[in-house]
């Protein structure tokens, strides 16, 4: 479903309104892209993208429309990934991370946007991993990782990124893994579920964060087996199947 040439052509100088069209253009490609009508959410975001594109060119300054832009290039990027046109999904993930480098500099105190640079970090990581560029990957999730911890130490008790954290070791202990790097591999694995163990301990009733430590047990355990823990292994993947 797009929105009519008309109706945008109806309102030309109104940048109000152009941007609201954009927000329900892109929004009707997240509910067609989670119905897995990739082709249509993909036509959406495109119509989206021309809007945003204007928009940033008729007010460069904008930040809030920078960053919305910034989206559309991720939405983007997460339909070509889930088609298997990685090459196609990267590019736009750099757009991504062009657009939010540029905004966390502009606001170094923006914490969202400080986050949405890790985000836009990580999405760059699995499609550079997934094409088998590991230590690019490797250097993104790094760079991830890097946000990520300073901005737990803003405030600790933040449980969301405390969460996005330990993602953020996940990727790097999957692409240690994938090297070779068993005890690299452990020691991610391991910050990670130390994380979610002691989130998860504050909210018995959180299942996303329950669920958070039986995949994590499971990846130490996956570890300990290649290296011959096979006691150490099993104990984690009782505790896994226990969660």
């Known amino acids: 479903m797009r929105i009519k040439e008309g109706l945008l052509q109806s309102e030309p100088t109104n940048l109000k309104f152009q941007s609201g069209v954009g927000s329900l253009q892109n929004g009707i490609g997240n509910i ?7 082709g249509e959410a993909l036509d959406s975001y495109h119509a989206a993208l021309a809007i945003r594109k204007r928009l940033v060119e008729a007010d460069p300054s904008n930040m809030d429309w920078l960053n919305t832009l910034s989206l559309v290039h991720v939405n983007i990027g997460r339909a070509r990934e ?16 062009a657009i939010r480098t540029r905004l966390a500099k502009l606001e170094v105190n923006n914490s969202a946007w ?10 760059i990581g699995r499609v550079r991993q997934a094409l088998g560029s590991l230590s690019a990957a490797l ?4 760079a991830a990782v890097a946000i990520r911890e300073s901005l737990t130490r803003l405030d600790a008790n933040n449980g969301d990124w405390q969460r996005n ?10 692409v240690r893994f ?3 790097d068993r005890f690299g591999a452990f020691k991610e694995y391991k910050a990670a579920l130390d994380i979610m163990e002691r989130l998860s301990h504050t909210d018995r009733s ?8 039986a995949l994590y047990q499971q990846d130490l355990a996956t570890v300990l087996k290649t290296q011959g823990y096979i006691a150490q292994a099993l104990d984690l993947f009782s505790r896994a199947l226990a969660s």
């Open 32 to 38: 067609q892209r989670s119905q897995g009508s990739l």
């Open 165 to 174: 954290l330990a993602t953020a070791y996940q990727a790097v202990g999957r």
């Open 206 to 213: 959180n299942l996303e964060w329950q669920t958070d430590v």
């Open 178 to 180: 994938a090297q070779g």
């Open 139 to 142: 250097e993104s999730f790094d």
């Open 82 to 97: 889930a088609q298997g046109s990685l090459s196609t999904a990267l590019e736009n993930f750099a757009a991504a991370l």
């Open 114 to 123: 400080q986050s949405n640079l890790a985000t836009a970090y990580q999405d």
